[in-house]
């Protein structure tokens, strides 16, 4: 339904119905959805939840995963998805394009363009994919200040903190890390660059009462676990970041080959989403009855002649 009607748009903030999905019993399935089309999509598949990459949205922009992208930018990514959707959504903050000051004005911007919960990394920049080598990091003081500023700038909004220490300085460092940031104000933590299934439940065991995040990036340092499995584990959040647009690229890709090939798309036809498909996805008729609704009531009204 089109979010310009008011009554179509969730009343209460999308960081409350995010906490209360994550409070409820089992793990929160949180597809990446790189644009407001995908958004759609993963809602019509029955999520009630949603994951925005900043891994995906760099890519999308064809840049890399550095975190050279700024607030605004992300913001515009937050907005399509929030309006499109309707759904609670979780965003990549990256390290919060600088320090406390910025963090802050990072949830504020995000926080007033839609968003549920935000998650922030204690890398220095130029950061780097998570399960990339070569990683660095900034003090934990200095995180557990970005964490603060982060908690004290949030309405509603879910504060995850995500450690990268794993694979840098090594598990207990990771854990201790994840500590300090709870105490800073983290609601939930994201343990990156986990390795096996041991490591995954000896991070539950040291954090029994922390909510945790799983990413279950492909071609990554995770071996395949499905939601189920990071339920068993103890996990309440778990995130597919990269998926769609790594789906959608190939088939991209494809396309291009394809019309270089053939002169023409009719070879592709039956891997497209048709015309219909494509309206019925994003609503087209309930935008015009939308429309012709508001102009038969403004006509008696204000008649022409
Ligand atoms: C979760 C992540 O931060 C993202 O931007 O989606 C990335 C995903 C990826 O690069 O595969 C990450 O650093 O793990
Ligand atoms: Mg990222």
């Excluded at 019993?25 to 999509?41: D, R, T």
């Excluded at 800073?184 to 933590?189: H, L, N, R, Y």
């Amino acid at each position: 339904m089109p979010y310009l009607t008011a009554n179509n748009f969730p009343t209460e903030p999308a960081g409350k119905r995010f906490r209360a999905a994550l409070n409820r019993p089992g793990i929160y399935q949180l597809p990446g959805a790189h644009n407001g089309q995908a958004a759609i999509q993963a809602g019509n598949a029955g999520f009630d939840g949603l994951y925005l990459s900043g891994a995906a949205m760099t890519a999308s922009m064809g840049l890399p995963d550095l975190g050279i992208i700024t607030v605004d930018e992300v913001a515009f990514f937050i907005r399509q998805i929030a309006r499109a959707s309707g759904l609670p959504l979780l965003v990549d903050g990256d390290t919060g394009y600088g320090e406390a000051l910025n963090v802050m004005h990072m949830v504020r911007t995000f926080e007033d363009a839609g968003a549920g919960a935000v998650h922030l990394e204690d890398q220095v920049l130029p950061k780097k994919c998570g399960h990339l080598n070569g990683k660095s990091l900034v003090s934990p003081t200095e995180m557990a200040a970005k964490v603060a500023a982060a908690a004290k700038a949030a309405r509603e909004m879910v504060i995850v903190a995500r450690t990268d220490a794993v694979g840098v300085d090594g598990f207990d460092a990771a854990v201790d890390r994840a500590k300090l940031y709870v105490e800073s104000g983290a609601e939930a933590i994201f343990p990156e660059g986990l390795t096996s299934r041991d490591m995954f439940e000896k991070f539950k065991t040291a954090l029994p009462d922390t909510p945790l995040l799983a990413n279950m990036t492909e071609f990554g340092k995770t071996p395949f676990f499905t939601a189920s499995e990071f339920e068993e584990m103890g996990y309440k959040m778990v995130i597919w970041p990269v998926s769609s647009l790594r789906v959608a690229n190939k088939a991209q890709a494809e396309l291009y080959a394809s019309i270089r090939e053939h002169g023409g798309t009719r070879e592709m036809l039956d891997r497209m989403q048709t015309r219909q498909e494509l309206y019925d996805t994003i609503g087209l008729d309930a935008y015009e009855a939308l429309d012709a609704s508001i102009v038969k009531t403004i006509v008696p009204v204000m008649p022409d002649s």
